[in-house]
């Protein structure tokens, strides 16, 4: 609810960059917007609780990989950016529930297109290659 902050102008350029690398087709170049957008996301939460369980993620995660892998998907990169998109609009609207609600929805979409990768590994490997409690828990 506070005024303007420079994240905001950041934010709005990294979506406008991610629509150029879009344009492109550039699935190399967009993990590292990716990242920027998350972290300029944290600086202009300046919520040191927030950050810190993000931080306890993302080193527990392969998390530059699965962008990788993820956004070749069909559609992912187009999908992704689209959901930037809405985040940055609800945060420059002021409208921080509905921010945190397209997060949380950018965030779980993130997710089930990376786990979609462990059920094509299961058909390709076979069922007994991936144990069904991996795949139960996603």
Do not use: C
């Amino acid at each position: 609810r506070r005024g303007p902050a420079g994240e905001l102008a950041l934010l709005d350029a990294n979506v406008r960059e991610s629509e150029r690398a879009l344009a492109r087709g550039d699935i190399d170049g967009y993990p590292a917007l990716v990242h920027e957008f998350h972290e300029t996301l944290l600086t202009g939460a300046d919520n040191r609780k927030l950050e810190a369980h993000y931080r306890t993620l993302m080193n527990q995660l392969a998390y530059h990989r699965m962008v990788v892998k993820t956004v070749a998907h069909p559609g992912r990169l187009a999908r992704s950016v689209a959901e930037h998109r809405l985040v940055a609009a609800l945060i420059r609207e002021k409208d921080g529930v509905g921010a945190e609600l397209a997060m949380r929805d950018h965030v779980s979409n993130s997710a089930r297109e990376a786990m979609s990768d462990l059920s094509a590994l299961r058909e390709w490997r076979g069922p007994a290659s991936i144990p069904d409690d991996v795949t139960a828990r996603h």
